[in-house]
């Protein structure tokens, strides 16, 4: 019996360990660049990538690599479950990537949003773009940033021409995979009480998940009104920013809420499944022992 019990609990486990892709109901875009579907949207919301407007386009690679940039991503990936078999990547002289225009009545992400990514800076110089929401008329919204010093930040701005800047402190090494989240929350109608928690986890050389909180965040709220995509390794619609970074990237996720560590793509979910489980391997264990009688 106890032989029985284990080999139903092995199987229940596995099946869980394995998992399936989910989608967080607050995920707007989510790019894994996996084979088959390289540049799609695993969102389900139609949100496909296409190469920007330099001549080096953005590559794939798959299977992980086995050594070097993107050989620590995470595989499966923790909050899913989900098995990760490719990476997205380009060189400092190569394409960035965008979206197809994303719908922001749907979206109501004026204040609170989460940016996520696993991340790998081969090169940059000048202050590079790793991520950014952009309208096509130059109106920036929200960027992720590098400095030449390989210094990151988050800016939001309505206008396009002032920035709120929140500096967490943090510098990116050089040709090390990293996990990387920004989450913001702007709701407070009390300034002190609005910020910014960024969450970095040095992939390769094994480090914890730390956060760092900006607080008494004051940027204008209101992103541009139309034509607004995401890029990554660049600006929406500008060429010249995308040769300033090198980047290995995967498992690419904006969400239109402010989320808590424990919906991260980096956490182990709540094992809130647990009484689920236990109850099936019950009921289970009682139809073995009626068999058995």
């Given at each position: 019996m106890e032989r029985k019990?284990?080999?139903?609990?092995?199987?229940?486990?596995?099946?869980?360990?394995?998992?399936?892709?989910?989608?967080?109901?607050?995920?707007?875009?989510?790019?894994?660049f996996e084979e088959?579907?390289?540049?799609?949207?695993?969102?389900?919301?139609?949100?496909?990538?296409?190469?920007?407007?330099?001549?080096?386009?953005?590559?794939?690679?798959?299977?992980?690599?086995?050594?070097?940039?993107?050989s620590d991503f995470f595989n499966p990936v923790p909050q899913t479950g989900a098995v990760n078999n490719g990476l997205g990547s380009k060189g400092a002289d190569a394409a960035f990537l965008r979206s197809g225009v994303f719908d922001l009545n749907a979206m109501s992400a004026t204040?609170?949003?989460?940016?996520?990514?696993?991340?790998?800076?081969?090169?940059?110089?000048?202050?590079?773009?790793i991520m950014s929401y952009y309208d096509t008329s130059e109106t920036r919204s929200w960027i992720m940033q590098l400095t030449s010093a390989r210094e990151l930040n988050f800016q939001v701005s309505e206008t396009g021409s002032g920035y709120t800047i929140a500096d967490p402190g943090i510098t990116l090494d050089l040709?090390?995979?990293?996990?990387?989240?920004?989450?913001?929350?702007?709701?407070?109608?009390?300034?002190?009480?609005?910020?910014?928690?960024?969450?970095?986890?040095?992939?390769?050389?094994?480090?914890?998940?730390?956060?760092?909180?900006?607080?008494?965040y004051a940027p204008e709220t209101t992103f541009a009104s139309n034509d607004t995509g995401i890029a990554i390794g660049g600006t929406y619609n500008i060429s010249g920013l995308a040769s300033r970074i090198g980047l290995s990237f995967d498992e690419v996720?904006?969400?239109?809420?402010?989320?808590?560590?424990?919906?991260?793509?980096?956490?182990?979910?709540?094992?809130?499944?647990?009484?689920?489980?236990a109850g099936l391997l019950g009921v289970g264990l009682v139809l073995r022992r009626r068999t058995a009688k």
């Open positions: 019990i284990l080999t139903t609990l092995s199987a229940v486990l596995m099946l869980l360990a394995v998992g399936q892709p989910t989608v967080n109901a607050a995920t707007v875009g989510y790019w894994r088959g579907n390289f540049l799609g949207d695993s969102s389900g919301n139609g949100y496909t990538l296409t190469n920007g407007t330099m001549s080096a386009s953005v590559t794939q690679t798959t299977p992980l690599p086995s050594a070097g940039n993107g204040e609170t949003y989460s940016v996520e990514m696993l991340v790998n800076v081969s090169s940059v110089s000048g202050n590079a773009f040709n090390t995979d990293y996990y990387l989240g920004v989450v913001v929350d702007l709701t407070s109608a009390v300034q002190a009480e609005r910020s910014v928690t960024f969450y970095l986890q040095d992939l390769t050389n094994g480090g914890a998940l730390t956060s760092t909180i900006v607080d008494n996720r904006y969400s239109n809420a402010a989320l808590s560590q424990g919906e991260l793509l980096v956490s182990i979910p709540e094992p809130s499944s647990l009484g689920m489980l």
